[in-house]
């Protein structure tokens, strides 16, 4: 029953803005999610190099409402009349170069630098919840809107490192568990940064002893493994070049086996498909073997396609050839 | 959406689809309403509070919903805040510890249906900082009556035991907890850690937040150079030997119990590593302006290591530069033919303080030597002295270590097919080799050899990129 061959996702991915899910409460709760869920179905589309099948009035629509997500203060919430947060700018800001419209940029840069912190470090919001996640979204909004200018670079940098552990890892704030999924973060900051200059070695070594038997990656010590964590920490060993400390065909077959014959990719086989998943799996197939899967080739630092990367002033010089 | 089944999502009636979209448009028709109250298109409701906990608890979740919560609460203390300072209210004082009592309640009520909620966690911290805030303010206007905020935050401690008896490795919990420790005193967690260990070995979280803990208790300068004046040169390491002994044993029984788990390993490595010694072995080049010397393992922090001297005489230093294992010092420019440098440990020596605040946990144990070069035409020869005391104190770790490797070969006796027993032996080689440098360069080759050995064994199990990341590691020396 397992996979072994790539499922036609784009049905299930057309079909997700129509279809109220309403065996599930969680589709009403996710309410606040809808600007992260609009960048991962319609990356998962690009993905597919499918883009152009969402039709000219869709895309329209889908711009008109993202501008709608842009509130005073230059950030964006989740949905319209959401509050602010730095995660949904920076999902907005992606969003945004997938669908070719203009934000008020200008403004939703000067929100993302006012959220660094006298330590380097970013806060999600306002309210002050300081983590590498709100640090990665920092680096790659200003990044892609080429207004790095607005913070202190070097610190972010240094905030990262001391989210680096004894086990080689890098948790989410100082002091925390090292976690799969805060590789990709960290990593992703001081690639941005520039400044790769830690033991990359004994973070292969963790990475490594992040397969499974089964193939799939698992984020910590014990712990089950994720089709997420193909992208978190395969992206993070190609922007440092050590993609040959895995298991690459295992890791494949893996992420093939989590997919359903309906379309749509699930955390582990036989689970549940979602948008979330679906997204991270095909963007970690792209990079493992994406001419096999012709799919289109996916950047590791700022997961969107490189051809329209290519186009943005500011992020092209990171891409990797 | 993570570990949901598939086949579980398929079995509802017909009733139950209809009542769940029920629920669902109560939900967004709720939210709308909401909104409008949040951009104030509609007058305020009576009781914002109340109507925000209804929100709360139907969108567990959205982040919106709190902050709008934070600024009715954040009104709220500032009024009754001021009214306690100007009149000394009993009844401002009783309404806010039942404002701060019943919130403290609420997050708690959600964090058990949304255990692993940023939104959450982020506003029971909120509501501590707070709370903080309002038991400094009660304390200075009335010393009798206070809030009792260690019995709150001792509360606090109590929660995240309960959420970890449910999810151990839940790492929001341990977050959290951690964040108590830092501004709070009640934690005990080594006598927590410890516990959490020995409930299960797995549970890698613990180790975690053990070495963490260790590293803050045991780690302050004072603690440093307390430590000196009983163990001497042994209280140079990050933690005191005999509590380092102790941990070792804990977790070799650790590894004998769960030899096929990564975290176990981790925990181990790390213990051993935090006793590598560092000095100068070797002296690479010299010349008329600086001199570069190669130590046993990386460095940092060294800047202030050195005294030079040129035939008796104190040479300037301008510039000291660390690459890797070697530090270039650059001096004066002068006609050198007899070179004197002198390495300082200046924790030992002279209790510096300001050596100890480094962040890297193993930089304060650099053995202090005295090197005499002679120069001429052929180039140059050397003699490194070390003090007795510090040779000695080497020997005792280099005993350490060799204890660890023999237990990791029994453990291979056991486990021959298992890659991390020989990878473990791997870093333990490492360690030892650096530490054999300190004592006799000389005898270096047979921990070599007998590593390249060890790494053709793993191949055999594990032929993969790590083992032959770690076979070209060895065979470079």
Redesign the interface.
Known sequence: MFQQQLVNHLPYLMALDKS?D????????S??LKVAGGYWTINAIACLNKLDDISEEKKQQLSKWLKECQNQDGGF?GNT???S?ITNTHYAILLSFLLNCELDYEAAAKYVAARQRKDGSFE??Q???V?ARFSYCGLSSLTLLNKRDLIDVKKAASYIKKCR???GSF???P?????GAYVFCCVGTLYLCEDLSFNI?EL??WI??RQTSKGGLNG????LA?VCYSWWMYSALCLLKRE????QQALENYILECQ?SDGGI???P?????V??TFFGLAALSLLNGDKYQLNPIDPAFALPKSILKNIPGASRFIQS | MHGQSKSKTETLSEEEIKQRAEKGQQILDSLHYFFKVRKNQVNQPEDQLAFSELMAKLCPEIATIYNYRREVLQTKFDHLGGLLKESKSIDAYKQLLKLIQSEFMLIAILLKQHPKSYTLWTHRQWMVLRSQEIDSLINSINQDDQFKLIEAIRQEYELCSKMLDRDERNFHVWNYRNWLSSISAFGKEDEFTKKKIEQNFSNFSAYHFRSKYFMKNYNQSENILERIKTEQILGLLPLPFNRLKEETELIQQAIYIQPKEHGVYLYHRWLAGVVQPYGVTKVEKVSNNSITLSFNRAVTNVENTFEIFNKENALKIINVRVEGSNAIISFEEQQVDNLKIKIHNQIYENGSLETTMSEDESSKFLIPSEIDITINNEGFTFTNTTQKEFQDATQEIYKYLDENIDFIKQVIEEEKENRFPYIQLLYLLQFKLRTQRLIDESKTSEIIKEALQHCQQLKKIQNDHQAQFLYDFWSQF
Do not use: T, V
């Open positions: 109220k309403l065996e599930s409460i969680g589709y009403y709760l309410e606040h919430g009349n959401h509050d947060h999600g919001d309210w002050g919840e983590d552990n004894f086990d948790g989410g704030i002091d925390a568990e090292s976690h070695d292969s070594m490594h002893e910590r010590p014990e712990k994720d040959q400390w895995i298991n359903d699930a955390d582990r036989n689970n549940q498909a979602d979330f998943h």
